[in-house]
């Protein structure tokens, strides 16, 4: 899958749970992110985010930081 598509799958998981505050949606996104991407897709995206971690929001990327 292409990084700019999981970018915007992440960003949007990450609005989802905005609602419920900037630490309650980080792990929430990073539980998500766990239960329910296939993992060559969280594979991907950290190798996204250890490139630079171009697009991602701030709550999509603290998620993946925690998910490393």
Do not use: Y
Not at 31 to 53: Q, V, Y
């Amino acid at each position: 899958m292409q990084a700019d598509k999981l970018v915007h799958m992440a960003n949007q998981i990450a609005r989802a749970f905005g609602v419920e505050g900037e630490a309650k949606a980080i792990t929430a996104t990073t539980n998500h992110l766990k239960l329910f991407w296939d993992p060559r897709m969280r594979r991907e995206i950290l190798a996204h985010l250890e490139a630079g971690g171009e697009g991602l929001d701030p709550v999509s990327r603290a998620a993946l930081e925690q998910l490393s």
